[in-house]
């Protein structure tokens, strides 16, 4: 499904250039929940922004369904990326001017969804995420763990191929997070691939496979099992 | 309504901008518009044309040159127009009466915008008669057309056709002469720069009596280009005076630039300028670009503070044309809310200042500004949304927005200050202006106009018996009513100067306790003036003859004979005749080469005034010499207890009626 090669990142200032991501080479299958890890500033989150095609790599290589993207103009990644791909994000991300429905309902409105399958799938979105019981509400009238249960409703919505998680429980305790993961680890059974990227080792215990980043680049990449037998 | 009520400060300071700038606009354009207009609704207009001096002459008939400022011509100027131009295919000429009553029953009116005029003026003009025929109308003497409103005044009703008036000058002395109505005219349209109230049958001889001035109309016959006809009705004066006179030079104005172009002191109607279209055009551009600059920067403000949930919407699927409609449908609630509040703005506005013309008949320009100002906020709206470069990546472009807040936050403030500096600059020039004037303190001063000789004869006595009633604190009198220019401009001869025909000067006449009233203070001399000469000694000194003048003087008794003549110079007037120093006119001595030797004659500089811009706020201050005159002052000036007004009326009414039962 997803396949980069010798993918680097650098962010150049006036004074400084910062080399995020160093001839990164990585692989993902259909199906898979990978979880990315790393200390602050590895170059995880500017990972995630490029598989997710918010933004592009200085160099290298990204296939997407055999589709090189690397070297698409904002606007074609944009496209590429409407219903196959979304996000789930640590503070959430919601509109507090719209409504718990309006927020689930907005990449059905940009894909132009019928006002009836519209509203089905996103009823059914709130149902599933037990959130349907509050669908008037506005992101403020609702605790950390229930918007994100909406996030991740607003981000299934479309029924993405590839779905995105920048640390998903980071602003949550500890029972509410476990909560999203299972519902994270549920989509993921169901088929939708999963990349995640997480401070949390119980969090990445969820994923298939961890993959470790630093300064950049990936030194480490365990299987599921493999991870759960490294002592901390 | 979710996005108004989330955002409503916002939207709150847009609503009201928007607004204020359609209410200036439609205002401005529905003014504009009108004031384009006049006279436009004749079907001739194009061929018709109004014939004025444009410099003056001096011929035979004439004791002096001609006075320039008046929009109506001595009837000697129009005869050789009916034979000796063929070009000029109909004539009407409309002469005003001076100093008549209306009498119906037993009830008086004073004759109000009336006019003399023949069955001509009814096929050269469009005016819709709603009583009588147009066929047939003034081809006797002695037929009346009135104003709809005027047949209401006079007879309760507009069935009035074949009713009688009486028409009394005011020295008749018979019982005056009858007219029969033979027609009720509607009201005359807003945009006619003539609004009669009574149209009077005439013939032709009595409209050319040589001592009558006339309005007069030309329609052209379409292939005659009027400059040219100019050129020949010119060259035909000047070949046709006498040696030693001068001719004077003619000028055609098209009938539809009358109301804005010509400014003459005897206009039909109270005309507009086009300096007033600029200002009014300029003040509602002004407020339309700072309503547009401060829709942009609440809009970027707005763009910057919404980046995160833009990004959202972008990452979520949304493109260029999703984040445009839903800012379009955010704009056009704003915008349709405005136009509503800017419509009623208009509306009130329009009611407040009493324009005469009727902004509900506008529905076209209503429709073409709510189109543009919808098209033009709209784009207004979506401009910073296409200028700036969003990118979906979360992380970037936080701090940009910051900074463009800044910078929207002190261009607003930097326009509000402008705007809130030219409101000040402009509320102290309108009131230096006002305060300009004479008697600023308006509500305390009344001002009666247009009195027959009878009143002006007994002013002495009309003064004694009003001032005993407390509520009237001081009565004057004067030539020339407040908002108009003095009638008289004659050569003079000044002590140290050549005397010169060509050097004229404008005279007016005032009672010598008009300084007084208006509170007005010298630069130079003292303005405790004398009583000026008495109606009794100016009444003898009406001659043109010295001689015999100087007899009928003579016979008076010598309690009139004796007073001095004593001149009051306004600023440019000093200037004019050479003073550096106002102080140095005083004690010169002046003498105004007047049509009766008698009057004015020499006698000394007592004091010098600023200009007192006595006219109106858009002419020049002109140079005038301020001589008393009571023969001349035809209009009463009446300072009453402001605080009293309701009884003073009341008291001055009683007191006129008293001395004049037969005028009202």
Partial sequence: ?232 | MNILSRKNKWAAINIIGIAIAFASVFFASSYIKHELSFDKFHTKAEQIYRLNIDKPGKVGFMQTTDNVNTASLNAHYIKDLYDKFPGVEQIVLMVKPFNYTLKIKDQIYPLENAYYTDHSFFTLFDFKLIQGNKEGLFQQLYEVVISKESALKYFGSTDVIGKELTLKGEFDSNGGTIYTVKGVFDEFPSNSHMKPDVLLSSNLETLRNPYGHAFTYLLLHPDVKPDQLEVSLNKHWKENVAEAEVSPTFKLMNLREIHLKSHKKDELGSNGTIKTIWVIMSGAIIILLIAMINYFNLNTVQLNSDLNNLKIKIINGANLLDLSLSQIKKSSIQISLSIIIGTILTFIFDRFIEFNFMIKDEGVLFIFLVLFFIVLFGAISLLPLQTKKISSNLSNQKEEGSKKFIISLVCQFTLSIVALVLTIVLHQQISKIQNFHPGKDKESIITITEFPYAAISKFDLFKEKALKYPEIQMISSTMMPPGTTPDFVYPFEMEGMDKSENNTISINSIDHEFFKLFDIKALAGDLNLKSGSSYMWESAAISPNEESATKNINNLDPSYRNFKEQYILNESASKKLGFKNPQDAIGKQFKYNFISPTYFKQGEIVAVIKDLHYADMFSEEKAEVIGLKRIFNSTFLVKIDKNNTSKALQNLQETWSQLFPDQP
Avoid: W
Avoid at chain 1, 57 to 71: A, I, L, R
Avoid at chain 1, 144 to 161: L, S
Avoid at chain 1, 201 to 212: M, N, P, T
């Fill in chain 1, 1 to 232: 499904m997803i396949k980069i090669e010798n993918l680097s990142k650098v962010f150049r200032t006036e004074e400084v250039e910062t080399t995020a991501l160093n001839k990164v080479n990585l692989e993902i299958k259909e199906g898979e929940f990978v979880a990315i890890m790393g200390p602050s500033g590895c170059g995880k989150s500017t990972l995630l922004n490029i598989l997710g095609m918010l933004d592009s790599p200085t160099s290298g290589k990204y296939h997407f369904y055999n589709n090189e993207v690397s070297k698409l103009k904002e606007k074609q990644r944009n496209k590429f990326r409407k219903g196959n791909i979304n996000f789930v994000f640590q503070s959430f991300n919601l509109i507090d001017e719209l409504s718990v429905y309006k927020n689930v309902e907005l990449p059905l409105k940009y894909l132009r969804y019928d006002f009836g399958k519209k509203k089905k799938r996103v009823l059914e979105m709130l149902d599933r995420m037990k959130i349907g019981h509050r669908k008037n509400h506005y992101p403020q009238q609702l605790s950390g763990g229930q918007q994100q249960r909406v996030a991740i409703a607003r981000a299934i919505a479309p029924n993405p191929k590839l779905l995105l998680a920048d640390e998903p429980t980071g602003n949550l305790d500890s029972k509410t997070g476990l909560e999203v993961m299972n519902l994270l680890s549920e989509l993921n059974a169901e088929g939708t691939t999963i990349v995640m990227v997480t401070h949390s080792e119980r969090d990445a215990e969820f994923a298939h496979r961890v993959i470790r980043l630093f300064d950049g680049e990936v030194t480490i990449e365990n299987t599921k099992k493999e991870f759960a037998q490294i002592e901390y």
